[in-house]
């Protein structure tokens, strides 16, 4: 089976801050990668498919990148809104998701 | 707008059985795949099932297999997901959400509000 590892697992950071999460597979899913955004209490939502396709509605400060098993998700200028836990899964196949990453006010 | 709304959760007993649904509108339901996801207290997303839309082809994960079932009624625009044998380690909450393709196990564009099961003798 295919492993996701996400790092870090928490990164703290201020308003405005460029952040990159990290999303690696055990082995190669080419483009089939994506990534969503959670709340406490909420549902997922959909940010990003085939690793760097902004899913309608998600801000341009958002932004994927990579192929294989090497993935980020980037924030260009952190907003309130953003303090989240972020996921990145894997398909085209079984699902599978990272562990998540938290986003949290430094 | 598309909207999924969940119910069925509650409290079940360990060995027995509590069933799912999942009420859609906004979309052709019979079109797409459809899917489960839970997660545990505290834990991360852990994919659970997933019924594609024409031919209703169905997928589960290991940890599943054998003691849920994933079913839908395209006449009711509904999904259900039949959980039997219910272990502790069930306790979580379950997200049924879209499939972004008919096939199903692709990537979920839209989600439910979630709907917890607990599992407790």
């Known amino acids: 089976d295919i492993q996701l590892t996400q790092s870090p697992s928490t990164l703290s950071a201020s308003v405005g801050d460029r952040v990159t999460i990290t999303c690696r597979a055990s082995q190669s899913i080419s483009g089939w990668l994506a990534w969503y955004q959670q709340k406490p209490g909420k549902a997922p939502k959909l940010l990003m498919y085939?690793?760097?396709t902004l899913q309608s509605g998600v801000p341009a400060r958002f932004s994927g990148g990579g192929s294989g098993t090497e993935f980020t998700l980037t924030i260009s200028s952190l907003q309130p809104d953003d303090f989240a836990t972020y996921y990145c899964q894997k398909y085209n196949g079984y699902a599978t998701f990272g562990q998540g990453t938290k986003v949290e006010i430094k | 707008e598309v909207l999924l709304l969940g119910s069925g959760g509650g409290l079940g007993q360990p060995g027995g059985s509590l069933r799912l649904s999942c009420e859609v509108s906004g979309f052709s339901f019979s079109k797409y795949g459809m899917t489960w996801v839970r997660q545990a207290p505290g834990k991360g997303l852990e994919w659970v099932s997933t019924?594609?839309?024409?031919?209703?082809?169905?997928y589960y994960a290991d940890s599943v297999r054998g003691r849920f079932t994933i079913s839908r009624d395209n006449s009711k625009n509904t999904l259900y997901l039949q959980m039997n044998n219910l272990r502790a380690e069930d306790t979580a909450v379950y997200y049924c959400a879209k499939d972004s393709v008919s096939s199903g196990l692709f990537y979920f564009d839209s989600w439910g509000q979630g709907i917890l099961v607990t599992v407790s003798s």
């Open positions: 085939e690793a760097s």
């Open positions: 019924i594609s839309g024409p031919t209703t082809s169905t």
